[in-house]
Each structure stands twice: as structure tokens, then as C-alpha cells.
């Protein structure tokens, strides 16, 4: 199943409400999988991002869609990446051999 990184930051709304970041969290875990994706992990960070989700969607638009909503609450603004797992990138390498 294709994974996105998704690195977040609090907008000006989510950090007035940083108390109810992890109530937030459970929400969005419970959006993805309304939409039919599933937020493997959610880690809090110190540095140029606030929080850093692992997202696993069937599609890109499942993915999204999750990331969507998410953006659309208005607590956070993200900057998403395409994650390969070893097997997918295996799977690439092959394609370009020559």
C-alpha cells in the first residue's frame, strides 16, 4: 500500500489550541480511516516541523483526501511526501536496468 510522509506544522489556530493536539490526533486517525486510508504513526518533533505522520492510503487520491481533511480542519499546514518501502524500490531499480 503506497505511504506518505506527511510533515506537519501548527497553523496560528493550532498552536493557540496546542492542549488538545492529542485529541486532534485521535480525530484524524479516525478521518483516515473513514476515507479508507490509516495514519500508521504520529510523532510530535522539535525543529522545522511540528509533527511528522506516516499515512498509508490504497491511491493517491485516498491519500489525498486524508491529507485534506486534515489540511481543512485548520490546526496544521502540510507538506507531503511520497514514501517507497524496500520492496518498491527494488521494484524501480528492476525497471531501469538496461
Given amino acids: 500500500m503506497p505511504t506518505y510522509i506527511a510533515l506537519l506544522n501548527w497553523t496560528d489556530q493550532g498552536i493557540r489550541a496546542y492542549k488538545d493536539t492529542a485529541k486532534r490526533a485521535e480525530a484524524f486517525a479516525a ?4 476515507v479508507g486510508a490509516k495514519l500508521v504513526n504520529l510523532q510530535w518533533t522539535v525543529g522545522p516541523y511540528d509533527l511528522v505522520a506516516v499515512v498509508e492510503a490504497p491511491d493517491e487520491e485516498t491519500g489525498a483526501a486524508a491529507l485534506l481533511q486534515l489540511g481543512g480542519a485548520g ?4 507538506t507531503t511526501l511520497r514514501a517507497f518501502s524496500r ?10 536496468a538496461g
Fill in 75 to 78: 490546526n496544521v499546514r502540510t
Fill in 31 to 34: 478521518a483516515t480511516q473513514k
Fill in 87 to 96: 520492496d518498491e524500490m527494488d521494484g524501480i531499480i528492476a525497471k531501469t
